[in-house]
């Protein structure tokens, strides 16, 4: 019988630096994001520090370097936008509401967050975040309109390039209305988007020989319910 081994020691003093390791970093990202809201997307590392109090040399204790940082970043700005996009990902609502509700979400974020999204487009390290991003709203979207379009039997192949379409065409909208919003205003601008996007999926309905009243609440359990025969135009 092989001899019994004695249970490994748990260094303590390790797991407590692992702890304060992980807290601080948390702490220097805070600092970051506050400092990206206030000083923009060319804020310096030395601006960071200043934020979060300490010298800069400080936070390379617990960064390896300005990209390490800049990457801790990334993945939080990614959980804020995942956040924000709950009416996207768990639709609810006729399609119009589902459709208002999730641009007006992606708006308002890009409103609050303009910094920091150009802060992720700025520098290499963080461009993927971005593109991580819009990649998982486009593939959900693409999934979405795929689901409809066979419970309603129609054409699921365009449900892709329409999903990754409509991104595209919402950020650079957005973007665009953050900077020069001319007095349109956010709900006004929701509204105007939406409204585009449902002639876009209409038109794809359409293309399949099916009519899609935006106003009322979807039946896939019954697609026959949901969708009628477009007529001839």
Same mark, same amino acid.
Request: aromatic share 8%.
């Given at each position: 019988?092989?001899?019994?081994?004695?249970?490994?020691?748990?260094?303590?003093?390790?797991?407590?630096?692992?702890g304060q390791h992980e807290r601080r970093r948390t702490e220097f990202v805070d600092a970051a994001?506050?400092?990206?809201?206030?000083?923009?997307?060319?804020?310096?590392?030395?601006?960071?520090?200043?934020?979060?109090?300490?010298?800069?040399?400080?936070?390379?204790?617990?960064?390896?370097?300005?990209?390490?940082?800049?990457?801790?970043?990334?993945?939080?700005?990614?959980?804020?936008?995942?956040?924000?996009?709950?009416?996207?990902?768990?639709?609810?609502?006729?399609?119009?509401?589902?459709?208002?509700?999730?641009?007006?979400?992606?708006?308002?974020?890009?409103?609050?967050?303009?910094?920091?999204?150009?802060?992720?487009?700025?520098?290499?390290?963080?461009?993927?975040?971005?593109?991580?991003?819009?990649?998982?709203?486009?593939?959900?979207? !693409? *999934? +979405?309109?795929?689901?409809?379009?066979?419970? $309603? %039997?129609?054409?699921?192949? =365009? /449900?892709?390039?329409?999903?990754?379409?409509?991104?595209?065409?919402?950020?650079?909208?957005?973007?665009?209305?953050?900077?020069?919003?001319?007095?349109?205003?956010?709900?006004?601008?929701?509204?105007?988007?939406?409204?585009?996007?449902?002639?876009?999926?209409?038109?794809?309905?359409?293309? !399949? *020989? +099916?009519?899609?009243?935006?106003?009322?609440? $979807? %039946?896939?359990?019954?697609? =026959? /319910?949901?969708?009628?025969?477009?007529?001839?135009?």
């Amino acid at each position: 019988m092989p001899p019994r081994q004695a249970p490994q020691q748990v260094d303590g003093r390790k797991t407590r630096w692992e702890g304060q390791h992980e807290r601080r970093r948390t702490e220097f990202v805070d600092a970051a994001i506050t400092a990206i809201a206030r000083f923009g997307p060319e804020v310096s590392t030395q601006q960071i520090a200043d934020e979060a109090g300490v010298a800069r040399t400080r936070l390379y204790k617990h960064f390896a370097d300005a990209g390490d940082l800049q990457r801790a970043v990334a993945a939080r700005a990614a959980e804020s936008v995942t956040a924000a996009l709950q009416p996207l990902w768990r639709p609810r609502g006729t399609p119009m509401e589902m459709i208002t509700n999730a641009v007006g979400a992606y708006v308002g974020w890009l409103r609050e967050n303009i910094h920091l999204y150009r802060y992720l487009s700025r520098h290499t390290g963080t461009m993927d975040a971005v593109a991580d991003i819009k990649t998982a709203i486009g593939a959900h979207l !693409s *999934g +979405l309109f795929a689901g409809y379009l066979t419970a $309603l %039997d129609g054409d699921p192949r =365009a /449900a892709e390039p329409l999903g990754f379409g409509i991104v595209g065409f919402v950020d650079t909208a957005s973007v665009r209305w953050v900077d020069h919003a001319d007095g349109l205003g956010h709900e006004e601008l929701t509204a105007q988007l939406a409204r585009w996007i449902w002639c876009v999926l209409d038109e794809t309905l359409r293309a !399949s *020989g +099916l009519s899609l009243d935006p106003h009322q609440p $979807l %039946d896939l359990e019954h697609p =026959a /319910a949901t969708a009628e025969q477009a007529p001839n135009s």
